[in-house]
């Protein structure tokens, strides 16, 4: 009988931990008999066969290496840019994966990987996933690889721009990575004692933001530390977003959900520069200078902490686990000490946003941290 030949795949924005369960998936499928093959740059390397050799030497080392070995990408199977044109490559993976002889596929990525991953299964493939993103915002898992390196590196930066902030009396703004989910900007604001948190999930007026900086002063206090998503949007911005994204589900037609789209695209290009935006205007509220750090790729790179490491090689295995048990169409989700599985069709096209009562709010709002969404005392 010939062996279980499963490929694996990394898509989507990198995430440190990605290697650690390339190895852990690569690992257990070999212990288990099988065969692995890597594809290269996500779902372009179904598209154009390209892939590379997975063995026991080349996962040997990988394990603390930040980035992903097969390479990713953001490109969508159903529209993927070929030779300058927008193609829908769907019946070419699925002819590719049947030549690579593969039984399963393991693809780990986010929210946006699994609305593709959705469309291959229909497609005929037999698809396993795995939750990484440093935004934590994948549904139906505690937690996904890249969240606590990004934490980490977000909070160790927070602690580094107190002492400046400090001893210029300077509000310094941190923007933390999270367009549309906060939990990073949360997380990291509140183990590194930010006076303001802003994220997308609670809509601030500056004027809030202003008042509680002024306090401090008033208190002898005349530095300020704000953490602020990407995303975080001024209360009047997010109504307009909110109702755009309406009149979007609500579109009797193709032209009106058009015209939502766009004007989305449009809102979205509008927010750029929102964060020096925000440090002018507090500047001007404050009389305190302003200053502003952005944190991007950095948050990203580099190599996974050690709870990084163990989730990535708990849900590796866990996933081997479930395609040895022929359960398709899975994501290996995360919970307490163990792992489930989780239809992808449950997953795929949903966000896990910060509830505006979660814990880490109450307990944050507990130490006097300012959200920004109501005056303050
Ligand atoms: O990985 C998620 C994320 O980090 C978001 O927080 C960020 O806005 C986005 O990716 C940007 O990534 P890229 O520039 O690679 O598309």
Redesign the pocket.
């Given at each position: 009988m010939s062996k279980t030949r499963v490929g694996i795949l990394t898509a989507?924005?990198d995430?440190p931990g990605l290697n650690a369960a390339i190895r852990g998936a690569g690992k257990a499928a070999l212990d288990a008999g099988m065969e692995i093959v890597g594809i290269r740059d996500g779902f372009r390397g179904l598209a154009e066969n390209l892939t590379i050799k997975l063995d026991k030497r080349s996962l040997a080392g990988i394990l603390t290496v930040g980035g992903t070995v097969l390479g990713t990408g953001?490109d969508k199977p159903q529209a993927m840019e070929m030779n300058g044109r927008i193609r829908d490559m769907r019946s070419t993976i699925a002819r590719n994966y049947r030549k690579l002889k593969l039984d399963a596929l393991v693809c780990l990525g986010?929210g946006g990987t699994h609305k593709n991953v959705l469309r291959l299964i229909e497609a005929g493939l037999n698809i396993v996933t795995i939750p990484k993103?440093?935004?934590n915002d994948v549904v139906l898992t505690d937690t996904a690889i890249g969240f606590d390196t990004a934490l980490d590196i977000a909070t160790t930066a927070i602690d580094r721009l107190h002492s400046t902030a400090h001893s210029h009396h300077r509000i310094i703004i941190a923007e933390i990575?999270?367009?549309r989910a906060g939990w990073l900007a949360l997380g990291a604001g509140i183990a590194g004692g930010a006076d303001v948190i802003l994220i997308p999930e609670i809509p601030y007026d500056v004027h809030n933001v202003a008042a509680a900086i002024r306090r401090r002063k008033q208190y002898g206090t005349n530095f300020s530390i704000v953490a602020v998503a990407?995303g975080a949007l001024p209360m009047r911005e997010a109504a307009r977003v909110a109702a755009v994204v309406r009149h979007k589900k609500q579109a009797k037609n193709k032209t009106e959900k058009r015209l939502a789209k766009a004007e989305l695209l449009q809102l979205q290009e509008a927010h750029a520069g929102h964060t020096l935006r925000l440090a002018r205007q507090l500047e001007a509220l404050t009389h305190l200078e302003a200053r502003v750090t952005i944190l991007g790729y950095v948050?990203?790179g580099g190599t996974p902490t050690s709870a990084d490491r163990l989730l990535a090689t708990r849900l590796g295995a866990a996933a081997v686990r479930l395609i040895q048990q022929g359960q398709f169409g899975m994501m290996v989700a995360s919970r307490g000490d163990d792992t489930r599985a989780v239809p992808i069709a449950d997953v795929a096209g949903r966000l896990k946003l910060v509830p505006p009562d979660h814990s880490w709010i109450t307990s944050a709002r507990s130490v006097g941290t300012c959200f920004g969404d109501h005056p303050g005392t």
């Open positions: 989507g924005g995430s953001r986010g993103t440093i935004d990575m999270g367009h990407e948050q990203r």
